[in-house]
């Protein structure tokens, strides 16, 4: 077991570039979410999808960010245009079933100049 | 709404020290508590967890009791050691339709242990 794994670990780009995120979740998890991690608001739940599909993406903090399940082993949350406040930590989670515990993956660092 | 409140950190401790971190919830019913860890460089794993009142989750050395009289999930270890530093998350799920994505997260409390 891999475990889940995001890619890159580490993004720095310039205020108005597209930034794209990506997570590989456990294999036969069938629940994705995209977590952001910042110390003034701490972890906060962007969205989430049950078998690739989209449930719940009030979290999501405006049109700028969208995110995609083409399969059940790729995401991707893209920011465009990015700003200077999308910097954070942001991490998906996968889980088996609705109430298992959530497998964090290490996170990519994103910092936007 | 629900929420979690943590007490602030950093927590500076010598190894063999006794640990607390401080957890108090708001939320309405029976709420599932857990605690989650963050190692440098890592994402969040599950340390333990409780499920209804009195319940003692326990793992690593690490323990926490399900208070419903004074909503606290406080968490403890008798001995710390170097390698417990990390950030430590208090959670709370909600009874009903208590699915994954109800999860609320404190803050963090980070903990520094020192040989």
């Known amino acids: 077991d891999a475990g889940v794994i995001q890619s890159p ?66 995401s991707t949350l893209k920011i465009q245009p990015s700003e200077p406040r999308d910097s954070a930590v942001y991490f998906c989670a996968s889980a088996r079933g609705d109430n298992s515990p959530l497998h964090f993956g290490n996170g990519t660092r994103l910092t936007v100049t | 709404g629900d929420s979690v409140t943590q007490m602030e950190g950093p927590v500076t401790l010598s190894e063999e020290a006794f640990l607390t971190i401080n957890c108090t919830y708001t939320a309405t019913g029976y709420p599932s508590l ?44 008798g001995s710390v050691q170097v390698s417990d530093s990390a950030v430590y998350f208090c959670a709370l799920r909600p009874r009903s ?14 903990l520094t242990v020192n040989p």
């Not at chain 1, 456990?26 to 608001?41: A, C, E, N, P, V």
């Not at chain 2, 339709?97 to 980070?110: I, P």
């Open chain 2, 34 to 77: 857990f605690w989650y860890v963050q190692y440098p460089g890592e994402g969040l794993q599950l340390l333990l967890k409780a499920t209804k009142a009195d319940d003692k989750g326990s793992n690593k050395g690490f323990e926490a009791t399900y208070r419903k009289e004074t909503t606290s999930f406080h968490l403890e270890k």
């Open chain 1, 9 to 74: 670990r580490h993004e720095v780009t310039e205020m108005g570039q597209e930034v794209t995120l990506r997570c590989k979740p456990i294999s036969g998890h069938d629940y994705l979410f995209w977590y952001r991690q910042t110390m003034m608001r701490g972890l906060e739940l962007l969205i989430y999808f049950n078998n690739n599909v989209p449930i719940d993406d009030s979290g999501m903090p405006e049109d700028r960010f969208s995110a995609k399940m083409p399969n059940a082993s790729f």
């Open chain 2, 97 to 110: 339709g208590g699915s994954n994505y109800k999860l609320t997260f404190g803050k963090g409390t980070l």
